[in-house]
């Protein structure tokens, strides 16, 4: 029976605004113990080579030899065409979770043909929820208890990255299509918000919070760049017929005003 397992090679490891050197170091060893491909380190307080390189021992020395430094979130993962969230923080919109576990199952069929990040969030604050809203998938480590969610950066790339590594599939899981990049995927959704508010579909107050219901449903199969061309196409033609042709509908009337229960 054929096991088919993710392409460690097609994942990297994303550490946004990291605090101390010895945290990236680590972070490094772990991501190298687990066969993850890539360190991208995204606005870091410091980085002191010295420190990295003997925090990332033998191991992980490659990795942060190879990293890229970025100075914003979006720059890191526009290329990557399936971008994952990591938080302890399970508020309102920075869901749907999943464990490391499912996770890692649903990447099987994505890795083959697919780029994938995987973002880590400051040591103290974790990532807002703005910056999970460019992520398909969120990813929470489960504990003993709530008080005792926190845990340090190596920790966390290790138990995710362990999971992945072990992750498998007796037979042979439906491959996903090359999906586009988060960056094209953030221009469309962009353009989108704007025709949607054109015609009064979304309201300022609460566009943002819409649109993450269309990212939802559009992560549970994933868009394609043709998928992406199609939906611009749409929403150009939204801004033409709500610039030539009057409103029908008067602000505050519609089903779509109503929050979700």
Not at 211 to 219: E, H, P, Q
Request: aromatic fraction near 4%.
């Amino acid at each position: 029976m054929k096991v088919n397992r993710i392409r460690l090679e097609n994942l990297a490891v994303v550490l946004n605004r990291p605090q101390l050197s010895e945290n990236i170091g680590t972070a490094a060893r772990a991501a190298a113990n687990m066969g993850l491909g890539k360190l991208i380190v995204v606005k870091p307080r410091q980085l002191d080579e010295k420190i990295l390189v003997s925090t990332a021992t033998r191991i992980g020395k490659q990795l942060v030899q190879d990293m890229t430094v970025c100075e914003e979130l979006l720059e890191a993962v526009a290329d990557y065409q399936y971008v994952v969230g990591t938080t302890a923080r399970h508020g309102n919109f920075r869901g749907p979770f999943h464990s490391p576990r499912d996770l890692a199952q649903e990447l099987i069929s994505i890795s083959p043909e697919n780029r994938i990040a995987v973002i880590f969030g400051p040591e103290r604050s974790g990532l807002t929820t703005e910056e999970l809203r460019l992520c398909q998938a969120t990813v929470s480590i489960p504990t003993a208890a709530p008080e005792a969610s926190s845990l340090n950066l190596a920790q966390a790339v290790l138990l995710i990255g362990y999971e992945i590594m072990m992750a498998s599939s007796s037979g042979a899981p439906i491959q996903k299509p090359i999906l586009a990049p988060a960056g094209e995927m953030e221009d469309m959704y962009a353009h989108l918000k704007k025709a949607l508010l054109d015609i009064d579909f979304l309201r300022e107050w609460n566009a943002d919070h819409r649109i993450m219901s269309f990212k939802r449903l559009f992560s549970r199969t994933g868009l394609t760049h043709g998928d992406c061309n199609l939906l611009r196409g749409l929403a150009r033609r939204i801004e033409n017929v709500a610039k030539y042709k009057p409103r029908q509908v008067e602000a505050g009337t519609g089903e779509h005003d109503r929050e979700d229960r």
